[in-house]
């Protein structure tokens, strides 16, 4: 029997169960959970409709992943400085929204190694673990500290840049050509390295064990075909497994996040 879903997308929620990552895809008002669907034949098809994921209002384009263009440049969460934590302007009283930034920005952060495409530093919100790890395809991830406020956070992630590097490679995530490596002895020699800011950020130091992640794959795809709903308004294939917020299909990978507040009917 063909089950059908309707409605706008957004971001995956996740959690992790027995070690092994576990997804719900928002459709309209439902949370399918999509790990059930890996190795069944399923399509996506985008109905030429967005509507703004904060004002609901309809857009011909997504601005920031699911706004519309005036949403973009208002919300503090569309900001620049959302990406780049240590230009955080809070204190020079140009927030875009200074109450959201309080309760947003003004909470625990946590600094982390995670490797995801080979060793990163990032930075989360502390409430925001684990599922920042998993959104990044991270294989493992440990926290190493945490400070008072965003601003902090950058600042720490910002001195870590200068030994580790701060992206992920998502075609050799996806591809899963990603080395194991042992994140403690990575943690003990950059903790070293940056003293004196975990000093002037008061940073706490935190001695947690390594968290493992698994994928619900059964094929890795060997070549990346980014699939885009923009050029290809259905896509259909047999969905090989899900990894960060991307369904890795025999046809090619989709990032859902990219497409969050599209319309679209899922058949499976
Ligand atoms: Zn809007």
């Known amino acids: 029997m063909m089950m059908q879903l309707s409605g706008p997308i957004s971001k995956m929620h996740t959690h992790i ?7 719900q895809l928002p459709i309209g008002d439902q949370l399918l959970s999509i790990n059930d669907l890996i190795g069944e034949q399923i399509s996506l098809s985008f109905n030429q409709l967005i509507h703004c994921q ?13 706004h519309c263009y005036p949403c973009s440049i208002k919300l503090a969460s569309c900001d620049l400085c959302i990406m780049k934590p240590e230009t955080c302007h809070h204190h020079l009283g140009t927030c875009r929204q200074p109450e959201w930034g309080l309760d947003n920005c003004f909470a625990p952060h946590v600094i982390y190694l995670a490797n995801s495409s080979g060793v990163k530093v990032g930075i989360t919100r502390k409430q925001n673990t684990p599922h920042r790890w998993i959104d990044q395809g991270a294989v493992s991830a440990l926290p190493i500290l945490q400070v008072g406020t965003r601003l902090k956070s950058g600042e720490v992630e910002v001195a870590l840049k200068q030994f580790v590097n701060d992206k992920t490679n998502w075609r050799k995530m996806l591809k899963n050509e990603v080395d194991l490596v042992d994140l403690l002895p990575i943690r003990d020699e950059l903790l070293e390295k940056i003293q004196p800011i975990i000093n002037s950020t008061n940073a706490q130091i935190l001695d947690n064990p390594a968290l493992k992640i698994a994928y619900p794959v059964i094929e890795y795809p060997s070549k990346i075909n980014a699939l885009n709903f923009d050029k290809t308004p259905i896509i259909s294939g047999v969905l090989k497994g899900i990894k960060a917020q991307y369904l890795i299909f025999d046809c090619g990978v989709l990032n859902i996040r990219k497409f969050s507040a599209y319309n679209i009917t899922l058949t499976y």
């Open 17 to 23: 169960n027995m070690g092994i990552a576990q997804y």
């Open 54 to 66: 904060h004002c609901g209002k309809k857009t011909n384009k997504s601005y920031s992943q699911g």
